[in-house]
């Protein structure tokens, strides 16, 4: 599994924060989007566009489905290739 820095996890974490509409302390790495935060499909994707222009990274569309939660997410950004 790739890894990736804690300033990156940092971003990665506020992005999530700033779409969902909340606090960084009310998300945890393991706290669910959907079924803890709320979120739906249409934030998931929104979350996948803004990564994708922060970090200038692909992220399949099948991705989605995966990033559930921050640790997901941090998986799915570490292991995306480079445009």
Known sequence: MAT???ERQ???KEIVCDILELEEDEVTDTSLFIDDHGA???RAIE???SLEKE??????????SEMVNL????QVVAEAPSR
């Open 4 to 6: 990736i820095t804690a």
């Open 10 to 12: 940092a971003t990665i």
């Open 40 to 42: 739906d499909s249409l």
């Open 47 to 49: 979350i996948l566009a």
């Open 55 to 64: 970090f200038k990274i692909t992220i399949d569309q099948s991705e989605l």
């Open 71 to 74: 640790e997901k997410v941090y």
